[in-house]
């Protein structure tokens, strides 16, 4: 999971917080892809469902990247 933990590390206790919520986190990113999926179907009258999803996708990328690049920035010290 963690790419950077060397063999024989122990976790730390942000690490042990992170990986605890693992499973929650991943939730809430699908929850938060399934709303918006929802919403274009609510909204667009027989939407393309795999249009929308990669659209999304590609959406929720861009922010990923921009919140890599905030942290690179050093804007979560």
């Known amino acids: 999971m963690f790419t950077y933990r060397l063999k024989g590390h122990s976790m730390n206790p942000v690490e042990q917080d992170i990986t605890r919520r693992r499973n929650e986190i991943i939730a809430e990113v699908n929850a938060l892809f399934n709303a918006n999926i929802k919403f274009t179907d609510w909204d667009v009258p ?32």
């Open 46 to 77: 027989e939407a393309d469902n795999e249009l929308a999803a990669k659209l999304i996708i590609e959406i929720m990328e861009e922010a990923l990247d921009r919140l890599k690049a905030n942290l690179d920035a050093g804007g979560f010290r």
